[in-house]
T-cell receptor, first 111, second 112 residues
Framework: DSGVTQTPKHLITATGQRVTLRCSPRSGDLSVYWYQQSLDQGLQFLIQYYNGEERAKGNILERFSAQQFPDLHSELNLSSLELGDSALYFC??????????FGPGTRLTVL | DQQVKQNSPSLSVQEGRISILNCDYTNSMFDYFLWYKKYPAEGPTFLISISSIKDKNEDGRFTVFLNKSAKHLSLHIVPSQPGDSAVYFCAALGGGADGLTFGKGTHLIIQP
């Protein structure tokens, strides 16, 4: 158990809908990273927040956004969902910029 | 373009023998490398890391070797155990990228 929690574990929704994925970091971790794992692309970095502020962006679509709250939990918002957005979404947290510890993931299925 | 490559999609090793997983990278600005282990339907679990200023790091049965001139790293598991059967991901940090850059993974199968 990494100490990073993610909810929900599974999410099934329809195309065009909007969903929110939640990540709670390990105690003391200020930085949250979001990753998408799809069958064809592997694990890809989406976005990073550090202590409430956006720090870096990776391959994140404009339909996706994230935020980090004062209690340091983070939410990833996915809107106008398409079939191709079906994937595993992981968050990872770290104190500074060293080893990232991953949560168990949210499996998103878009029908 | 894939900056971190794991060219073996799968590897089968007998229990008790050494497992060697390989990883190549192209971005010379990467300065920190990590190995993660992943079971189906779970998040990646951190195994071991190495900074670019070192060429070897050991932690129990796991040893990571880094050859900067060849842009190559490897993970050695000795002795291999049945519980080691999983997908192993090589990841790199730095090089202007702020998140981890992952390889596609190698599925390690430990045979009894």
């Amino acid at each position: 158990d990494s100490g990073v929690t993610q909810t929900p574990k599974h999410l099934i929704t329809a195309t065009g809908q909007r969903v929110t994925l939640r990540c709670s970091p390990r105690s003391g971790d200020l930085s949250v990273y979001w990753y998408q794992q799809s069958l064809d692309q592997g694990l890809q970095f989406l976005i990073q927040y550090y202590n409430g502020e956006e720090r870096a962006k990776g391959n994140i679509l404009e339909r996706f956004s994230a935020q980090q709250f004062p209690d340091l939990h983070s939410e990833l918002n996915l809107s106008s969902l398409e079939l191709g957005d079906s994937a595993l979404y992981f968050c990872a947290t770290t104190r500074v910029t060293d080893t990232q510890y991953f949560g168990p993931g949210t499996r998103l299925t878009v029908l | 373009d894939q900056q971190v490559k794991q060219n073996s999609p799968s590897l089968s090793v007998q229990e008790g023998r050494i497992s060697i997983l390989n990883c190549d990278y192209t971005n010379s600005m990467f300065d920190y490398f990590l190995w993660y282990k992943k079971y189906p339907a779970e998040g990646p679990t951190f195994l071991i890391s190495i900074s670019s200023i070192k060429d070897k790091n050991e932690d129990g049965r796991f040893t990571v070797f880094l050859n900067k001139s060849a842009k190559h790293l490897s993970l050695h598991i000795v002795p291999s155990q049945p519980g080691d059967s999983a997908v192993y991901f090589c990841a790199a940090l730095g090089g202007g990228a702020d998140g981890l850059t992952f390889g596609k993974g190698t599925h390690l199968i430990i045979q009894p």
